[in-house]
């Protein structure tokens, strides 16, 4: 897959935002040093991948997974990042665990409305057949007048 | 995977992570090697990625002379490149900038340089024939 140069940068406005928030109020950040941190951000990204894959192959896998990239933040002297990973870590698996109950409560919900739509049209069905046998009877009860 | 692009959500509760995943994962599979990437993988490394972004800033801003004028400048960030073990690895894409016409005075002192060797080295020969 051919990646156009733009797309190994990050948005702008993202990038802004969260040097904004980190610096204090009233800062200037020069348009120089948000490309520059940009594209550090890239070689960061880079960076700790490499550094990543380097634990999978070590634990002969193939696909990254949460600890390697925890284990790339401690080599690359990134240690003071662990502990806030390992909480959005956290926070994430929650996340995906409250959706999955979400989606799963939803099919039953769903389950369920096919189920009483079936025991409603049953009764409709019942309904029917009693107008039915009403009519029938009204009809006997004219014959038997007209006779 | 647009879950968690964005900073704040419909509701104005703060997500998880600001940087687009998609793009985080661009760039992760153009580095060779790499075969696949779960997502909880994904994700530490867009928040490890802010988070640098903050330290970067931080340390830049904190350590770097812009702080008097209350700006931040790239001036500031090539010098963390240059003196902090940590952010070493970024001193290739955060070099040092230096004047044009320093650099042709250096180019032409090497220049000398070399031509004053040659010249020693032509001497010696003569010397000893």
Known sequence: ?????????????????????????????????????????????????????????????????????????????????????????????????????????????????????????SRDEEIDEDEERLEEEEQNEEEEVDN | MADLVVGRDKCGEQRLVSLPLSR????????????????????????????????????????GSGKEKRALTYHDLSNTAEESETFQFLADILPKKILASKYLKMLKEKEEEEEENENNNDESDEAES
């Open chain 2, 24 to 63: 985080i994962r661009v760039i992760m599979k153009s580095s060779p090697e790499v075969s696949s990437i779960n997502q909880e993988a994904l994700v530490l490394t867009a928040k490890a990625t802010e988070l640098f972004v903050q330290d970067l800033a931080t340390y830049s801003y904190r350590h």
């Open chain 1, 1 to 121: 897959m051919a990646e156009r140069p733009e797309d190994l940068n990050l948005p702008n406005a993202v990038i802004t935002r969260i040097i904004k928030e980190a610096l204090p109020d009233g800062v200037n950040i020069s348009k120089e040093a948000r490309s520059a941190i940009s594209r550090a951000a890239s070689v960061f990204v880079l960076y700790a991948t490499s550094c990543a894959n380097n634990f999978a192959m070590k634990g002969k896998r193939k696909t990254l997974n949460a600890s390697d990239v925890l284990s790339a933040m401690e080599e690359m002297e990134f240690q003071r990042f662990v502990t806030p990973l390992k909480e959005a870590l956290e926070a994430y698996r929650r996340e995906q665990k409250g959706k999955k109950e979400a989606s799963e409560q939803k099919k039953k919900d769903k389950d369920r409305k096919t189920d009483s739509e079936e025991q409603d049209k």
